[in-house]
Protein backbone atom coordinates (compact mmCIF):
# COMPACT_ATOMS: atom_id res chain seq x y z
CA UNK A 1 0.00 0.00 0.00
CA UNK A 2 1.37 3.42 -0.89
CA UNK A 3 0.39 7.05 0.00
CA UNK A 4 0.26 9.08 -2.78
CA UNK A 5 -1.07 13.03 -3.56
CA UNK A 6 -2.90 14.66 -6.39
CA UNK A 7 -3.81 17.91 -7.11
CA UNK A 8 -6.76 18.73 -9.50
CA UNK A 9 -8.87 21.66 -10.28
CA UNK A 10 -12.39 20.27 -9.29
CA UNK A 11 -13.04 17.13 -7.15
CA UNK A 12 -16.46 15.83 -7.11
CA UNK A 13 -18.00 13.30 -4.53
CA UNK A 14 -20.25 11.12 -5.78
CA UNK A 15 -21.29 10.08 -8.89
CA UNK A 16 -24.72 9.41 -9.14
CA UNK A 17 -26.54 11.40 -11.35
CA UNK A 18 -25.68 14.83 -9.77
CA UNK A 19 -21.99 13.82 -9.80
CA UNK A 20 -21.85 12.15 -13.20
CA UNK A 21 -23.49 15.17 -14.78
CA UNK A 22 -21.36 17.62 -13.29
CA UNK A 23 -18.68 15.62 -14.75
CA UNK A 24 -19.88 15.16 -18.00
CA UNK A 25 -21.13 19.05 -18.03
CA UNK A 26 -16.91 19.68 -17.15
CA UNK A 27 -15.58 17.54 -19.78
CA UNK A 28 -14.68 20.19 -22.35
CA UNK A 29 -14.24 22.97 -20.37
CA UNK A 30 -10.34 22.81 -19.37
CA UNK A 31 -10.44 21.68 -15.55
CA UNK A 32 -8.52 18.53 -14.57
CA UNK A 33 -11.13 16.83 -12.95
CA UNK A 34 -11.14 13.79 -9.56
CA UNK A 35 -14.56 11.50 -8.67
CA UNK A 36 -14.73 9.82 -6.10
CA UNK A 37 -17.31 7.39 -5.67
CA UNK A 38 -18.00 4.93 -2.55
CA UNK A 39 -20.30 1.90 -4.46
CA UNK A 40 -18.83 0.26 -7.82
CA UNK A 41 -22.25 -1.49 -8.47
CA UNK A 42 -25.00 0.04 -11.10
CA UNK A 43 -27.38 3.26 -9.60
CA UNK A 44 -31.09 1.49 -8.48
CA UNK A 45 -32.95 0.72 -12.06
CA UNK A 46 -36.35 1.90 -10.09
CA UNK A 47 -35.53 5.62 -9.28
CA UNK A 48 -36.43 8.82 -11.67
CA UNK A 49 -35.62 8.10 -15.32
CA UNK A 50 -37.61 11.11 -17.20
CA UNK A 51 -35.73 14.32 -18.25
CA UNK A 52 -37.92 17.45 -18.55
CA UNK A 53 -37.46 19.46 -21.45
CA UNK A 54 -35.52 22.20 -20.39
CA UNK A 55 -32.82 19.53 -19.13
CA UNK A 56 -32.96 18.53 -22.62
CA UNK A 57 -31.97 21.59 -23.64
CA UNK A 58 -29.35 21.77 -21.30
CA UNK A 59 -27.98 18.33 -22.80
CA UNK A 60 -28.43 19.61 -26.05
CA UNK A 61 -26.06 22.64 -24.88
CA UNK A 62 -23.70 20.50 -23.40
CA UNK A 63 -22.95 18.10 -26.31
CA UNK A 64 -24.21 15.39 -24.79
CA UNK A 65 -27.84 14.59 -26.32
CA UNK A 66 -26.35 12.02 -29.31
CA UNK A 67 -24.66 9.80 -26.28
CA UNK A 68 -28.56 9.74 -24.83
CA UNK A 69 -30.25 8.38 -27.74
CA UNK A 70 -27.29 6.27 -28.32
CA UNK A 71 -27.92 4.19 -24.88
CA UNK A 72 -31.44 3.86 -25.77
CA UNK A 73 -33.40 6.95 -24.88
CA UNK A 74 -36.94 7.54 -25.85
CA UNK A 75 -39.28 10.77 -26.22
CA UNK A 76 -42.12 11.42 -24.03
CA UNK A 77 -44.41 13.57 -25.42
CA UNK A 78 -47.32 13.85 -23.07
CA UNK A 79 -48.65 14.12 -19.35
CA UNK A 80 -52.01 12.68 -18.91
CA UNK A 81 -54.32 12.77 -15.88
CA UNK A 82 -57.27 11.03 -15.82
CA UNK A 83 -59.81 9.53 -13.56
CA UNK A 84 -59.78 6.10 -11.98
CA UNK A 85 -61.67 4.66 -14.84
CA UNK A 86 -59.98 6.56 -17.52
CA UNK A 87 -62.07 9.92 -17.60
CA UNK A 88 -59.81 12.68 -18.76
CA UNK A 89 -58.80 15.15 -17.06
CA UNK A 90 -56.10 17.50 -17.96
CA UNK A 91 -53.81 16.90 -21.00
CA UNK A 92 -50.34 18.73 -20.58
CA UNK A 93 -49.10 18.19 -24.23
CA UNK A 94 -45.59 18.96 -24.79
CA UNK A 95 -44.86 18.47 -28.54
CA UNK A 96 -46.47 22.03 -29.64
CA UNK A 97 -44.60 24.30 -26.93
CA UNK A 98 -42.27 26.96 -28.28
CA UNK A 99 -39.08 25.47 -27.11
CA UNK A 100 -36.23 24.16 -28.25
CA UNK A 101 -36.62 20.47 -27.33
CA UNK A 102 -40.93 19.81 -27.07
CA UNK A 103 -40.71 15.98 -25.10
CA UNK A 104 -39.31 15.06 -22.34
CA UNK A 105 -36.38 12.10 -22.24
CA UNK A 106 -36.35 8.84 -20.92
CA UNK A 107 -33.87 6.00 -19.82
CA UNK A 108 -33.41 3.61 -16.82
CA UNK A 109 -31.52 5.48 -14.41
CA UNK A 110 -28.59 3.31 -14.15
CA UNK A 111 -28.18 3.67 -17.78
CA UNK A 112 -28.75 8.12 -17.21
CA UNK A 113 -25.47 7.68 -14.58
CA UNK A 114 -23.59 5.40 -17.12
CA UNK A 115 -23.95 7.76 -19.93
CA UNK A 116 -22.92 10.66 -18.14
CA UNK A 117 -19.83 8.82 -17.07
CA UNK A 118 -18.58 7.77 -20.69
CA UNK A 119 -18.96 11.24 -21.56
CA UNK A 120 -16.94 12.30 -18.57
CA UNK A 121 -13.96 10.41 -19.42
CA UNK A 122 -13.42 12.09 -22.59
CA UNK A 123 -12.00 14.45 -20.66
CA UNK A 124 -8.12 13.72 -20.87
CA UNK A 125 -7.64 15.54 -17.51
CA UNK A 126 -10.41 13.00 -15.51
CA UNK A 127 -9.89 10.29 -12.49
CA UNK A 128 -12.25 8.52 -11.68
CA UNK A 129 -12.03 6.62 -8.34
CA UNK A 130 -14.60 3.37 -7.85
CA UNK A 131 -14.95 2.02 -5.30
CA UNK A 132 -13.60 4.27 -3.06
CA UNK A 133 -14.22 5.73 0.60
CA UNK A 134 -14.28 9.87 0.40
CA UNK A 135 -14.05 9.85 4.69
CA UNK A 136 -11.38 11.84 5.41
CA UNK A 137 -12.02 15.41 4.69
CA UNK A 138 -9.45 18.25 5.95
CA UNK A 139 -11.51 20.96 5.87
CA UNK A 140 -10.73 24.41 7.10
CA UNK A 141 -12.54 27.76 7.16
CA UNK A 142 -11.62 28.02 3.60
CA UNK A 143 -13.24 24.91 2.68
CA UNK A 144 -11.79 21.57 1.40
CA UNK A 145 -8.46 21.47 1.90
CA UNK A 146 -7.68 18.36 1.06
CA UNK A 147 -9.46 14.44 1.02
CA UNK A 148 -7.70 11.19 1.74
CA UNK A 149 -9.71 7.95 0.07
CA UNK A 150 -8.47 4.51 0.53
CA UNK A 151 -8.58 2.43 -3.22
CA UNK A 152 -9.94 -0.95 -2.92
CA UNK A 153 -7.61 -4.26 -2.92
CA UNK A 154 -10.11 -6.07 -4.65
CA UNK A 155 -10.92 -3.74 -7.61
CA UNK A 156 -8.80 -2.35 -10.75
CA UNK A 157 -7.05 1.40 -9.95
CA UNK A 158 -7.11 3.86 -12.33
CA UNK A 159 -3.76 4.48 -14.16
CA UNK A 160 -0.91 5.58 -12.13
CA UNK A 161 -2.52 4.13 -8.63
CA UNK A 162 -3.04 0.41 -7.31
CA UNK A 163 -5.18 -1.35 -5.63
CA UNK A 164 -4.44 -0.84 -1.76
CA UNK A 165 -3.43 2.91 -2.19
CA UNK A 166 -3.89 5.72 -0.34
CA UNK A 167 -4.69 8.62 -2.20
CA UNK A 168 -4.53 12.15 -0.80
CA UNK A 169 -6.84 14.72 -3.40
CA UNK A 170 -5.98 18.41 -3.09
CA UNK A 171 -8.75 20.23 -4.88
CA UNK A 172 -8.97 24.24 -6.16
CA UNK A 173 -12.87 23.43 -5.41
CA UNK A 174 -14.50 20.43 -3.84
CA UNK A 175 -18.06 19.84 -4.86
CA UNK A 176 -20.78 17.35 -2.88
CA UNK A 177 -22.82 15.05 -4.49
CA UNK A 178 -23.09 12.43 -2.33
CA UNK A 179 -26.81 12.13 -1.95
CA UNK A 180 -28.77 12.60 1.19
CA UNK A 181 -26.65 10.88 3.70
CA UNK A 182 -23.52 13.18 2.47
CA UNK A 183 -20.37 13.08 4.10
CA UNK A 184 -19.36 16.31 2.14
CA UNK A 185 -22.17 18.05 4.23
CA UNK A 186 -20.95 16.37 7.34
CA UNK A 187 -17.51 17.40 6.79
CA UNK A 188 -18.21 21.14 6.17
CA UNK A 189 -20.76 21.22 9.20
CA UNK A 190 -24.01 22.81 6.59
CA UNK A 191 -26.96 21.90 8.97
CA UNK A 192 -30.16 21.20 7.42
CA UNK A 193 -34.04 20.91 7.79
CA UNK A 194 -35.59 17.22 7.03
CA UNK A 195 -39.01 15.50 6.93
CA UNK A 196 -39.83 12.34 6.43
CA UNK A 197 -42.96 11.30 5.04
CA UNK A 198 -44.94 9.12 6.70
CA UNK A 199 -46.07 6.79 3.00
CA UNK A 200 -43.08 5.05 0.85
CA UNK A 201 -43.42 4.39 -2.35
CA UNK A 202 -44.03 1.08 -4.05
CA UNK A 203 -42.36 0.90 -8.01
CA UNK A 204 -43.74 -1.99 -10.15
CA UNK A 205 -42.42 -3.32 -13.61
CA UNK A 206 -44.24 -4.57 -16.35
CA UNK A 207 -44.13 -5.19 -20.68
CA UNK A 208 -46.11 -2.98 -22.54
CA UNK A 209 -49.25 -4.68 -24.11
CA UNK A 210 -49.70 -4.91 -27.81
CA UNK A 211 -53.14 -2.38 -26.54
CA UNK A 212 -50.50 0.20 -25.32
CA UNK A 213 -49.07 1.35 -28.12
CA UNK A 214 -49.40 5.16 -27.86
CA UNK A 215 -47.41 7.43 -30.15
CA UNK A 216 -46.98 9.84 -27.48
CA UNK A 217 -45.33 7.46 -25.00
CA UNK A 218 -47.81 9.53 -22.23
CA UNK A 219 -47.51 9.43 -18.23
CA UNK A 220 -50.44 8.46 -16.86
CA UNK A 221 -51.69 9.56 -13.73
CA UNK A 222 -55.15 7.82 -12.28
CA UNK A 223 -57.18 9.86 -9.16
CA UNK A 224 -59.70 8.33 -7.97
CA UNK A 225 -61.68 7.92 -4.20
CA UNK A 226 -58.99 5.01 -3.40
CA UNK A 227 -55.94 6.84 -4.30
CA UNK A 228 -53.46 8.04 -7.14
CA UNK A 229 -51.79 5.60 -9.12
CA UNK A 230 -48.93 6.79 -11.93
CA UNK A 231 -48.31 4.27 -15.05
CA UNK A 232 -44.78 5.65 -16.79
CA UNK A 233 -43.53 5.02 -19.71
CA UNK A 234 -40.39 2.48 -19.26
CA UNK A 235 -37.47 2.62 -22.48
CA UNK A 236 -37.16 -0.72 -24.59
CA UNK A 237 -41.00 -1.49 -24.19
CA UNK A 238 -41.93 -1.65 -20.26
CA UNK A 239 -43.96 0.16 -17.99
CA UNK A 240 -43.27 1.16 -13.75
CA UNK A 241 -46.05 1.78 -12.06
CA UNK A 242 -46.06 3.75 -8.85
CA UNK A 243 -48.24 4.39 -5.94
CA UNK A 244 -47.61 4.71 -2.52
CA UNK A 245 -48.35 2.69 0.27
CA UNK A 246 -48.76 2.27 3.59
CA UNK A 247 -45.81 1.20 5.88
CA UNK A 248 -48.01 -1.78 7.19
CA UNK A 249 -48.78 -2.69 3.70
CA UNK A 250 -44.61 -3.52 2.67
CA UNK A 251 -45.02 -7.35 3.78
CA UNK A 252 -48.08 -7.54 1.58
CA UNK A 253 -46.39 -6.17 -1.67
CA UNK A 254 -43.11 -8.24 -0.59
CA UNK A 255 -45.52 -11.77 -0.34
CA UNK A 256 -48.24 -10.96 -3.04
CA UNK A 257 -48.73 -12.98 -6.00
CA UNK A 258 -49.04 -11.53 -9.81
CA UNK A 259 -53.13 -12.28 -9.30
CA UNK A 260 -52.76 -10.36 -5.94
CA UNK A 261 -50.52 -6.86 -7.59
CA UNK A 262 -53.22 -6.95 -9.88
CA UNK A 263 -56.46 -6.86 -7.46
CA UNK A 264 -54.13 -4.37 -5.70
CA UNK A 265 -53.32 -1.77 -8.64
CA UNK A 266 -56.96 -2.30 -9.89
CA UNK A 267 -58.59 -0.66 -6.79
CA UNK A 268 -56.66 2.09 -7.61
CA UNK A 269 -57.42 1.87 -11.55
CA UNK A 270 -58.96 -1.19 -13.24
CA UNK A 271 -57.14 -0.73 -16.74
CA UNK A 272 -53.69 -1.79 -15.05
CA UNK A 273 -55.13 -4.79 -13.69
CA UNK A 274 -54.15 -6.28 -17.30
CA UNK A 275 -50.54 -5.62 -16.71
CA UNK A 276 -48.23 -8.35 -15.15
CA UNK A 277 -46.35 -6.15 -13.03
CA UNK A 278 -43.71 -7.21 -10.37
CA UNK A 279 -41.98 -5.34 -7.57
CA UNK A 280 -39.04 -3.36 -8.42
CA UNK A 281 -37.91 -1.81 -4.56
CA UNK A 282 -39.54 0.04 -1.78
CA UNK A 283 -38.53 3.55 -1.31
CA UNK A 284 -38.77 6.01 1.47
CA UNK A 285 -39.48 9.39 0.78
CA UNK A 286 -37.43 12.26 2.40
CA UNK A 287 -37.70 16.45 1.95
CA UNK A 288 -34.24 17.70 2.89
CA UNK A 289 -33.02 21.65 2.45
CA UNK A 290 -29.63 22.75 3.68
CA UNK A 291 -29.65 26.29 5.32
CA UNK A 292 -26.33 26.62 3.31
CA UNK A 293 -24.03 25.53 0.08
CA UNK A 294 -21.30 27.19 0.20
CA UNK A 295 -18.20 27.45 2.40
CA UNK A 296 -15.25 28.52 0.98
CA UNK A 297 -14.04 26.88 -1.90
CA UNK A 298 -16.90 23.87 -1.29
CA UNK A 299 -20.44 23.59 -2.58
CA UNK A 300 -22.95 20.78 -2.48
CA UNK A 301 -25.18 19.83 -5.01
CA UNK A 302 -28.34 17.32 -5.80
CA UNK A 303 -29.77 15.43 -3.07
CA UNK A 304 -26.79 16.52 -0.94
CA UNK A 305 -28.65 20.14 -0.38
CA UNK A 306 -31.99 19.52 -1.84
CA UNK A 307 -34.05 16.64 -2.23
CA UNK A 308 -37.61 16.71 -2.07
CA UNK A 309 -41.21 14.27 -2.67
CA UNK A 310 -41.49 12.60 -6.23
CA UNK A 311 -45.28 13.86 -5.91
CA UNK A 312 -44.92 16.16 -9.22
CA UNK A 313 -41.74 17.07 -8.24
CA UNK A 314 -38.50 17.00 -10.39
CA UNK A 315 -35.51 16.25 -8.28
CA UNK A 316 -33.44 14.95 -10.46
CA UNK A 317 -34.20 17.77 -12.67
CA UNK A 318 -33.55 20.56 -10.83
CA UNK A 319 -30.22 18.94 -9.53
CA UNK A 320 -29.16 19.17 -13.22
CA UNK A 321 -30.73 22.92 -13.88
CA UNK A 322 -29.05 24.07 -11.00
CA UNK A 323 -25.11 22.28 -12.32
CA UNK A 324 -25.92 24.30 -15.19
CA UNK A 325 -26.09 27.18 -13.72
CA UNK A 326 -23.00 26.26 -11.68
CA UNK A 327 -21.01 25.46 -14.42
CA UNK A 328 -21.72 28.94 -16.04
CA UNK A 329 -20.02 30.66 -13.10
CA UNK A 330 -17.29 28.73 -12.84
CA UNK A 331 -13.73 30.53 -12.95
CA UNK A 332 -12.10 29.67 -15.90
CA UNK A 333 -8.71 26.94 -15.56
CA UNK A 334 -6.89 29.39 -15.16
CA UNK A 335 -8.65 31.33 -12.97
CA UNK A 336 -9.30 28.49 -10.27
CA UNK A 337 -6.40 28.69 -8.82
CA UNK A 338 -7.48 32.12 -6.86
CA UNK A 339 -8.83 30.55 -3.72
CA UNK A 340 -11.16 34.48 -3.18
CA UNK A 341 -12.24 34.10 -7.31
CA UNK A 342 -13.19 30.77 -6.31
CA UNK A 343 -15.52 31.50 -3.21
CA UNK A 344 -16.84 34.66 -4.94
CA UNK A 345 -18.15 32.61 -7.57
CA UNK A 346 -19.75 30.31 -5.43
CA UNK A 347 -21.29 32.66 -3.01
CA UNK A 348 -23.04 34.12 -6.30
CA UNK A 349 -24.19 30.79 -7.46
CA UNK A 350 -25.95 30.15 -3.88
CA UNK A 351 -26.89 33.48 -3.79
CA UNK A 352 -28.58 33.66 -7.03
CA UNK A 353 -30.05 30.08 -7.18
CA UNK A 354 -30.71 28.90 -3.66
CA UNK A 355 -33.63 31.12 -2.91
CA UNK A 356 -35.37 29.78 -5.97
CA UNK A 357 -34.60 26.43 -4.95
CA UNK A 358 -36.40 26.76 -1.17
CA UNK A 359 -39.65 28.27 -2.84
CA UNK A 360 -39.23 25.17 -5.47
CA UNK A 361 -39.46 22.82 -2.07
CA UNK A 362 -41.89 24.67 0.06
CA UNK A 363 -44.50 24.25 -3.07
CA UNK A 364 -42.91 20.89 -2.90
CA UNK A 365 -43.36 19.62 0.58
CA UNK A 366 -47.10 20.76 0.88
CA UNK A 367 -47.98 18.78 -2.09
CA UNK A 368 -46.13 16.09 -0.52
CA UNK A 369 -47.81 16.27 2.05
CA UNK A 370 -50.85 16.28 0.61
CA UNK A 371 -49.83 13.05 -1.07
CA UNK A 372 -48.71 11.52 1.68
CA UNK A 373 -52.06 11.40 3.41
CA UNK A 374 -54.02 9.61 1.70
CA UNK A 375 -57.03 11.69 2.00
CA UNK A 376 -59.94 11.21 -0.49
CA UNK A 377 -60.56 14.88 0.01
CA UNK A 378 -57.07 16.44 -1.28
CA UNK A 379 -57.74 13.50 -4.62
CA UNK A 380 -61.15 15.04 -4.96
CA UNK A 381 -59.87 18.45 -4.88
CA UNK A 382 -56.97 17.66 -7.17
CA UNK A 383 -59.64 16.23 -9.55
CA UNK A 384 -61.16 19.78 -9.63
CA UNK A 385 -58.36 21.88 -10.09
CA UNK A 386 -56.86 19.41 -13.00
CA UNK A 387 -60.48 20.03 -15.23
CA UNK A 388 -60.16 23.57 -14.23
CA UNK A 389 -57.04 24.32 -15.71
CA UNK A 390 -57.80 21.92 -18.85
CA UNK A 391 -60.81 24.61 -19.21
CA UNK A 392 -58.79 27.05 -19.57
CA UNK A 393 -56.30 27.59 -22.31
CA UNK A 394 -54.08 30.12 -20.20
CA UNK A 395 -53.48 28.20 -16.99
CA UNK A 396 -53.28 24.86 -19.76
CA UNK A 397 -50.30 27.27 -21.26
CA UNK A 398 -48.78 27.90 -17.68
CA UNK A 399 -49.01 24.38 -16.64
CA UNK A 400 -47.69 22.72 -19.77
CA UNK A 401 -45.21 25.47 -19.90
CA UNK A 402 -43.99 24.71 -15.62
CA UNK A 403 -44.44 20.65 -16.15
CA UNK A 404 -41.72 21.38 -19.09
CA UNK A 405 -39.40 23.08 -17.00
CA UNK A 406 -40.08 26.69 -18.35
CA UNK A 407 -42.01 28.53 -15.98
CA UNK A 408 -41.02 27.88 -12.84
CA UNK A 409 -39.08 29.84 -9.96
CA UNK A 410 -35.62 27.90 -11.14
CA UNK A 411 -36.41 29.46 -14.68
CA UNK A 412 -36.18 32.56 -13.59
CA UNK A 413 -32.97 32.50 -10.67
CA UNK A 414 -30.26 34.64 -11.76
CA UNK A 415 -26.87 33.36 -10.75
CA UNK A 416 -24.49 35.74 -10.75
Not at 38 to 60: E, K, N
Request: glycine share 8%.
Amino acid sequence: MTQKNLSCDILIAGAGIAGSALACALRDRGYSVVQVEMSDRPLDTARGDHFQCVVADILDRWGALPAFWAAGAEKRHAALYVTETGAPLLDVDYSTLPIPHPYYIYLHHELLGETFLKLAAENPNYVLFRPARAREYDVGPEGVRSLTINLSQDAPAPEGFAPGDTVTIVPRLAVGADGRTSRAREALGFTYDEHEYDNPIVALFGPRLPSDDDPRNTLTSFLGPNGSISRIPRAFGGWKVGTTIRKADIAFWKTATLKMRKAAVAKLAPELEALDLEVGGFYPVKLLNTHKWVRGNAVLVGDACHAMHPARGQGMNVAIRCLDKLVNLLPDPKEIADPETVAKRLRAYESGVKPAIDKVLADNHARGQAYDSHDPAVVAESIEMFKAIQQDPERLRTYRMGSAGYADPISSAAAG
